[in-house]
C-alpha cells in the first residue's frame, strides 16, 4: 500500500493557500489600483497637476480634511469615555450602550443619511425651527459632519473596548489606593495602556471619515465648491465624463488610502510587541 507523506500534502496545500490568496489580492486589489493611478497619469503630470489644482478639487479636498479634523477627535474622546465607562462600571443600560456602539455598522450609511434629512431637512421633525433660526444643517457643513461622526464612532470604541477589557482594573484600582485621583489615573495608568489601540482605532476613524460616500451623499447636496467632498467631487467628475479629473482626485485618495495601511501595519506591529512585552 502506497503512504501519503502528511508534511508533503500540507506544503502542497499551503502553497495552493497562499498562491489563491494572493491571486485574489492581485486581481481585486493591485489591478484596481494600478488603474486608478495609471488613468490618472495616462495624459502627463501637467493635467493630473492641472486636476487637483482645480477651485473644485482644493475646496474638496479641504473640505474632506476639516470633517476629518472635527469628526475625529470627537469619536476618540466618545470612544475613550464610552470604552472606560463599559470596562471600568456596572451601571444601567451597559449592554444598551454596547448595542449602540454597534448601530452604524448594522444601518446602512444611506439610511443613516436619510434619517439626518428627516430630522434636520427643510420638511423634517427640526426642520422648520431650524430655519426660523437661521440654522441650516442639511446640505451644508453641519449635516456632512453630523453623518460622517455618526458613521465613524464606532471605530475606536470598538478597538478600545477588548483591549481594555482583558487589561482589567488591576492597575486602576492600585493607582486609587496610592492616593491618585480619577484624573491622575486615567493620564498616568489607563491612556498609557490602551495608547496603541487607540492610535489604532483613530486610524481607521479617520480612513473611514475620509473615503465616506453613502451618507455624505444624502445630506450634502452636491454643491460645488461648497458641500462636495473628495469622493463625492470624484463621482461628479466621472459622470461629466472628466475622466482624468476623476481619477486625479481618486488617486490622491487612493494614496491616503495605502498611507492608512503602511500605518495600521506599523501600528499593529508596535501593539503586538508592546502586548508581548506585558506578558
Known sequence: MKRHNPGTESRTAQVLLIGLALAFLAFFLMLPLIAVFSEALKQGLGLFLSAVSNPDALSAIRLTLIIAAISVPLNMVFGVAASWAITKFSFPGKNLLLTLIDLPFSVSPVVSGLIFVLLFGAQGLLGPWLSAQGVKIIFAVPGIILATVFITFPFVARELIPLMMEQGKDD??????????????????????????????VLLCNARAMGEFGAVSVVSGHIRGETNTMPLHVEILYNEYDFVGAFAVASLLAALALVTLVLKTVLEWRFDLHSGARH
Open 172 to 201: 486602576e484600582e492600585a493607582a486609587l489606593s496610592l492616593g491618585a485621583n480619577g484624573w491622575q489615573t486615567f493620564w498616568h495608568v489607563t491612556l498609557p495602556n490602551i495608547r496603541w489601540g487607540l492610535l489604532y482605532g
